[in-house]
């Protein structure tokens, strides 16, 4: 296998992979390197999930997630989440959960994002200074699923997140 490396970003890169798999012709494709991400389910203590409504350049439009992060170079994905629970919803966290992660799109990327349930909540916001604009929202796990079937709840890794909370925290947590 050979590796052409076509950008370097301060977020992603990019590189084309020409491969062969046994004995059958080579192929070349586009890979998004990125340094991983974790996606957070901060639950309050009378069972409301807090989303985020902010807007993605990429989709054109303002999307309700779970909040979500990249990874810092070395950083750990529990810094990770406690950093960006602060960051994005204005909460620390006195227990984080891990639920596992998924890949966000194995056919091209190298993200793999690692999912938490954030409990124990105390309000602890920072100052936002990086452009985004972002509204949290409070849910009852009750309105996850409407949310996901009328479309108002569109993005994966939330998706994923919040169905694995979901899970956990009625079967595990909740009692």
């Known amino acids: 296998m050979s590796v052409n490396r076509k950008y370097e970003g301060t977020r992603i890169s990019l590189r084309v992979d020409t491969a062969r798999i046994e004995d059958g012709p080579e192929f070349d494709r586009e890979i998004v390197e990125h340094p991983g991400s974790v996606v957070l389910i901060p639950i309050t203590d009378d069972g409301k999930v807090l989303l985020i409504r902010q807007y993605r ?5 303002f ?6 992060g990249t990874r810092e170079v070395g ?15 204005g909460y620390k966290a006195g227990k984080l959960i891990s639920i596992g992660g998924s890949w966000v799109a194995p056919g091209y990327s190298t993200e793999y994002s690692y999912m938490y ?11 936002s200074d990086d452009g985004e604009d972002i509204v949290v929202e409070e849910v009852d796990f009750k309105d996850i ?7 108002e709840l569109e ?9 694995s909370a979901q899970y956990v925290y009625t079967e595990h947590i909740k009692g």
């Open 57 to 61: 350049q990429a989709a054109e439009r």
């Open 63 to 68: 999307l309700l997630e779970a909040s979500a």
């Open 75 to 89: 950083e750990s994905p529990e810094v990770t989440a406690h950093r960006e629970l602060q960051e994005e919803v």
């Open 117 to 127: 349930i954030a409990t124990e909540l105390e309000l602890a916001p920072l100052p």
């Open 145 to 151: 699923q409407r949310l996901i079937s009328s479309g």
């Open 155 to 163: 993005d994966q890794m939330s998706i994923a997140a919040l169905l």
